[in-house]
């Protein structure tokens, strides 16, 4: 298994207040994404990274920032919590040595409140 | 544009075998994924296929037509354990994202 972890693993904030998600990855990949997974939406593309300090928007970006400034290590950030944003977060990663597949982190449970 | 489609939810008996279908629309392909996800954990990767034809790995198997956009995830002798969600998902030319299916959800009953 890739040796993906995220933190924390189960989170429960209050509406208005900013929240800081980890992804670490010990496989030296060098793609990360975020995704979040709701039911009936599957998994929509929050933000992915390409490299340290190389990111960009994925489809549903309103509301989150990343950064990435080590290879290992990708931080979501919820700059001020909505209840729409109650969801089950994925880190995931991928490399070209291999064909893209993606590698799943456990997940975040996030409820906010 | 881009979408990829599969069915909502299946049923299927113990020790059957099961067929999951996955249709995709793109301008540019390159390579068809299928991803296991039991309820409340992360999806895991499944197999891989950019050729048509049919990969086997063990009890599943899939299978690729390009020129059909079509894919299908076959699981012989089902057991119990198999009940999970599978998602399809495709990566077009020149990107590195891959663009998953809403997920078909497999219930296997006794």
């Known amino acids: 298994d890739a040796g993906i972890t995220q933190s924390p693993r189960h989170k429960v904030t209050e509406t208005g207040t900013p929240v800081t998600l980890r992804c670490h990855q010990t496989?030296?990949?060098?793609?990360m994404y975020w995704y979040r997974q709701d039911p009936g939406h599957g998994l929509r593309l929050i933000h992915y990274s390409y490299g340290v300090k190389d990111t960009d928007k994925g489809e549903v970006s309103d509301g989150y920032s990343v950064s990435r400034s080590k290879t290992e290590d990708f931080l979501l950030t919820l700059e001020s919590a909505t209840s729409s944003q109650t969801s089950v977060y994925f880190c995931a990663i991928s490399d070209p040595s291999g064909h893209y597949e993606q590698y799943f982190g456990p997940g975040t449970r996030l409820t906010v409140t | 544009g881009q979408n990829i489609d599969q069915p909502t939810e299946m049923t299927a008996t113990e020790g059957a075998i099961v067929q999951i279908n996955c249709t995709y629309q793109t301008s540019g392909f390159n390579g068809l994924f299928w991803y296991q996800q039991h309820a409340g954990e992360a999806p895991t990767f499944l197999s891989y296929n950019v050729l048509d034809g049919l990969e086997e790995k063990g009890r599943f198997s899939s299978f690729l037509s390009r020129s059909k956009g079509y894919s299908y995830l076959l699981l012989k002798e089902l057991q119990m354990k198999d009940s999970a969600s599978y998602l399809c998902a495709f990566r077009r030319d020149s990107s590195y994202k891959l663009i998953f299916g809403s997920g078909t959800r497999l219930l296997v009953r006794p």
């Open positions: 496989e030296n990949h060098r793609y």
